[in-house]
């Protein structure tokens, strides 16, 4: 979905590097989330934001931060990546006028190696 | 505790074949259920959002159903371009945490 981006598309890094991955939306969603998905175990939340002032753990947090910057920009940070952090990260949106239906990046590859 | 388990795993049709995919759960307080496809390299979009056992949803050949156990993707003579991955997904009672299931990889080959 072009309205919701995400950079960088791929990443390749080394174990112990900071990495940051963006998310921009344009569709005026207040909600945001942060998703990784694995081979086998599907996407799975990391973070969740329902306004620039609200910020939540997922179930898989650990090892991980956000930044919301603006109602359209939510980032996501790996302090010291490891190689266990390889995956597939996507971020979501949605509008607090349909709050259960979530749309989806087009997803940043990373490889901790 | 939550789970979604979708089966099968994998499923090969011929163009014009119907079938059905299946997405068991288990859940406290079903909020609602929710149907993806992801293709190669892209996130997942949107298809369906199903409330109550019994509620029936169609786009195009895609037809789910919802039951208080499971939901179905039903495919009317799929075309090659129905070829995906197809995620179920549910929300629990007043949480916004969607848990999805890991997916049914569908070809469809002319």
């Known amino acids: 979905d072009a309205d919701v981006t995400q950079t960088p598309r791929n990443r390749i890094t080394k174990t112990g590097k900071r990495i940051m991955l963006e998310c921009s939306q344009t569709?005026?969603?207040?909600?945001m989330y942060w998703y990784r998905q694995d081979p086998g175990l599907g996407l799975r939340l990391i973070y969740y934001s329902f306004d620039v002032k609200d910020i939540n753990k997922g179930e898989i947090s650990d090892g991980y931060s956000v930044s919301r910057q603006a109602q359209a920009k939510f980032s996501l940070s790996l302090e010291s990546a490891i190689p266990n952090q390889t995956a597939l990260y996507f971020c979501?949106?949605?509008?607090?006028?349909?709050?259960?239906?979530?749309?989806f990046g087009p997803g940043t590859r990373l490889t901790v190696l | 505790e939550d789970q979604v388990t979708q089966s099968p795993e994998a499923l090969r049709l011929q163009e014009g074949e119907s079938s059905s995919l299946n997405c068991s759960y288990t859940?406290?307080?079903?909020?609602?259920l929710f149907w993806y496809r992801q293709d190669p390299g892209k996130g997942p979009e949107f298809l369906f959002t199903l409330y109550s056992a019994g509620e029936e949803k169609e786009k195009e050949r895609l037809k789910a159903t919802l039951t208080k156990k499971e939901s179905f993707l039903h495919i009317t003579a799929p075309k090659p371009e129905d070829s995906a991955t197809y995620l179920c997904?549910?929300?629990?009672?007043?949480?916004?945490?969607?848990?999805f299931g890991t997916g049914t990889l569908l070809a469809v080959q002319p």
């Open positions: 979501a949106t949605s509008d607090i006028r349909d709050v259960d239906t979530q749309y």
């Open positions: 569709k005026g969603h207040d909600r």
């Open positions: 997904a549910v929300l629990r009672g007043a949480t916004n945490k969607l848990i």
């Open positions: 859940v406290s307080g079903l909020r609602g």
